[in-house]
């Protein structure tokens, strides 16, 4: 069959390289199917372009996946409202962890055929496979498909346990050089980047996360160093950006990770998403002297009651301790701090802004976002159950309307007391960001001029 993969436009001058639709895209090409990937985030072509490829050429299926969120939420239905237009519709298939949620309120906005739910590998296939022989997508699971107006929800698909069998992301596909210009902290200019998972799935449910995994699955550490060492042979790729949501799964899989690229040879840089209760001096060493150079933190709230409340399995002596450990290694943290979770208050948002203060390193510039209760959350059903939200359509339509301003209010503030403390809280975030900055570029303007610093290249900002 001849597919068409839609890749959205978020709006970014470099983008994440979509790796739910490569891994995706080598299951397909790899069982005969052609596979042709549109590339709007690269080209950033208006959806008028798209109709005309669908006007012009044939294919069978078109399929697109987003995330949760208002921007793409507003981007998928332009971009399934082309899809419908077309001359020559293709069979239609929506995925991602936007969609997968609430699957009839999706299926009734984008009028897609079917919607997948949870891991798209084997379920992908089997849909083209019932496709190709006339049958009932009641024959797959993991799904929910349209019939005749109504949406039909399957059982549910078993996940894949051994993640190993999983074909490497169909990476030749795309547009690799746009791909491998993504920054990430402490990256040279010359340097390439691109992210790998490690492992799929989360061991903690925090109480504002939407994705719908069940467990930690792991790689094993052969397979992961494979495709390392095809990226760095094929792609030039020197920076590694592990995009799964918890490389530090435990000390000992963390460790195993280290000693892996230390005994593969490989001479890489490296960043990952990690936990603070494993952030140990002895597991930070060996992250460093493996590549390491930047974990990225989610640390949420500075206040133990609403810790508790929102079950992130962290007290504040971890992540102080945590964090001091990290730095002290000689990596950078980054640091995830978000507002309004159920019973914070003002005090919750000053004890933040105090924190990000008294470690900031200045890698990165933070601030503070308001918690969103998206679509698949605890949060979410919360909300629907106190009566602050009635169902997904007023959260899309009504509430959601950007990540940085309130969806719902879970404080005893007002909705405009909230949004002026959040206000003055980040103020003084950026004000403390760029007097650093500027400091600095005073400080490197000296050793120019006062100590003939040869090495300048210029005051440039990439």
């Known amino acids: 069959m001849r597919i068409l993969l839609v890749v959205y436009d978020n709006d970014s001058f470099v983008s994440w390289f979509p790796q ?37 050429e044939a294919f069978d299926v078109v399929g697109v996946s987003v995330i949760g969120g208002y921007y793409q939420y507003r981007k998928l239905l332009k971009i399934s409202e082309t899809i419908n237009r077309a001359k020559h519709r293709p069979f239609y298939i929506l995925g991602g962890h936007g969609p997968a949620p609430e699957p009839k309120y999706f299926m009734q906005k984008t009028q897609a055929d079917v919607i997948v739910i949870g891991e798209g590998e ?16 009641a024959s797959v699971a993991g799904i929910a498909y ?16 051994n993640i190993d069998e999983i074909a490497f992301p169909a990476w030749d596909l795309f547009q690799m050089d746009h791909y491998t210009m993504l920054r990430m902290p402490h990256i040279k200019n ?28 792991a790689r094993s550490i052969a397979n992961i160093l494979e495709e390392i060492h095809i990226l760095n042979r094929d792609y030039n790729i020197s920076y590694i950006a592990f995009s799964d949501e ?6 000992e899989r963390t460790a195993e990770i280290c000693e892996g690229i230390l005994k593969s040879g490989l001479k890489i840089k490296w960043d990952c998403n990690g936990r603070l209760n494993y952030a140990k001096p002895n597991i930070l060493k060996l992250m460093k002297d ?11 709230s500075m206040d133990q009651k609403a810790l508790f409340t929102m079950k992130k399995g962290l007290t ?31 005090e919750s948002l000053r004890l933040g802004v105090e924190f990000l203060l008294k470690y900031d390193d200045h890698t990165e510039m933070r601030t503070i976002r308001p918690v969103t209760p998206y679509p698949g959350a605890p949060l979410y059903d919360y909300a629907i159950q106190k009566g602050m939200l009635k169902d997904c359509e007023d959260f899309y339509e009504n509430k959601h309307v950007n990540s940085d301003l309130l969806s719902i209010n879970f404080t005893d503030m007002t909705d405009d007391e909230f949004h ?3 206000y003055e809280a980040n103020v003084t975030l950026m004000n403390a960001y760029f007097d650093h900055a500027r400091i600095k570029a005073v400080e490197t303007a000296r050793r120019l001029y006062m100590e003939k610093d040869a090495s300048f290249r210029g005051f440039r900002q990439s």
């Not at 379920?123 to 997508?137: G, P, S």
């Not at 349209?146 to 346990?161: E, H, L």
């Not at 918890?246 to 000390?251: F, I, P, R, T, V």
């Not at 640091?335 to 979770?341: K, P």
């Open 190 to 217: 010359s340097e390439r980047c691109l992210p790998v998972l490690s492992g799929r799935g989360c061991t903690f449910k925090c109480n504002f996360c939407y994705r719908m995994d069940q467990g930690f699955r």
């Open 290 to 300: 493996s590549g390491c150079v930047f974990i990225n933190y989610g640390i949420e």
């Open 246 to 251: 918890l490389l530090m799964s435990s000390e």
């Open 122 to 137: 084997r379920t992908a296939l089997e849909i083209l496979e019932a496709l190709e022989n006339k049958r009932t997508m």
């Open 20 to 56: 739910g639709l490569a891994y995706v895209a080598a299951v397909w090409r790899n069982a005969g199917h052609e596979v042709t990937v549109y590339s709007q985030d690269v080209y950033h072509w208006p959806e008028s372009h798209l109709q005309n490829l669908l006007d012009t």
């Open 420 to 422: 002026k403390a959040l």
């Open 316 to 346: 504040l002596k971890m992540i102080h301790e945590g964090i001091q450990n990290t730095l002290d290694s000689g990596i950078s943290p980054g640091y995830n701090i978000i507002f309004g979770n159920i019973g914070e208050t003002r």
């Open 146 to 161: 349209n019939d005749n107006g109504k949406c039909v929800r399957t059982p549910p698909r078993t996940q894949i346990d």
